[in-house]
């Protein structure tokens, strides 16, 4: 199975700054994943992105809010721009592995307090 | 519209007390159903995929099994190592690589 990092772990940050949140993984893969996780509830899907293409975003999400690179296949970022309290969260990103299972596998995540 | 409901929300269990958790599902085509672990402050953990009705999976105290509405995460005789939100996520067939997941059930167990 893939190994994922992410960048940073944790942050506090003041509401309308923007905070970018890097995704490493340890081999090449096709598909990351990024997903928002607020407090005491599920994973709700921000967008896919694969290398050398627009990322792909959910409805509700939008690309000036959360803007997205994918600059090869072991890396991508996320931004969460112009932030209020509302985007406390935890980030987590995600890749599509084809290792003994294919399934998502997941990074540590990026627990966000913006006050 | 995909869509996957869990239960119970929480469940509190005495150390080897066996129970099952829920996962129903609504899909236009399954192409897989997953299982999570999750701990505090900590990304999902793969457990299992089931990809047809009839299929059981088996890790430790963990087995899951698949019909085609539901799948059941069975716990038997748990240890407090067990607690953690157990998640379920559906793949359909028109959708590939991307899951929905359920609101996931949190197990305590106790000594």
């Known amino acids: 199975s893939a190994v994922i990092s992410q960048k940073p772990s944790r942050d506090i940050c003041q509401r309308g700054t923007s905070l970018t949140i890097q995704c490493q993984v340890d081999s090449q893969v096709t598909m990351m994943f990024w997903y928002r996780q607020q407090p005491g509830q599920s994973l709700t899907l921000i967008a896919t992105?694969?290398?050398?293409?627009?990322?792909?975003?959910e409805s509700g999400f939008v690309i000036d809010k959360f803007p997205i690179s994918r600059p090869n296949l072991t890396f991508s970022t996320l931004t969460v721009s112009n932030m209020s309290p509302e985007d406390s969260s935890i980030y987590l990103c995600s890749v599509w592995g084809s290792g003994p299972q294919e399934t998502q596998y997941f990074g540590p995540g990026t627990r966000l307090l913006v006050l | 519209e995909d869509q996957v409901t869990q239960s119970p929300e929480a469940l509190r269990l005495q150390e080897g007390e066996s129970s099952s958790l829920n996962c129903s599902y609504t899909?236009?085509?399954?192409?897989?159903l997953f299982w999570y672990r999750q701990d505090p402050g900590k990304g999902p953990e793969f457990l299992f995929t089931?990809?047809?009705a009839g299929e059981e999976k088996e890790k430790e105290r963990l087995k899951a099994t698949l019909t085609k509405k539901e799948s059941f995460l069975h716990i038997t005789a748990p240890k407090p190592e067990d607690s953690a939100t157990y998640l379920c996520?559906?793949?359909?067939?028109?959708?590939?690589?991307?899951?929905?997941f359920g609101a996931g059930t949190q197990v305590v167990v106790t000594p």
């Open positions: 996520a559906v793949q359909s067939t028109d959708s590939w690589g991307k899951f929905q």
């Open positions: 992105a694969n290398q050398g293409s627009e990322a792909t975003y």
């Open positions: 089931l990809y047809s």
């Open positions: 899909v236009s085509g399954l192409r897989g």
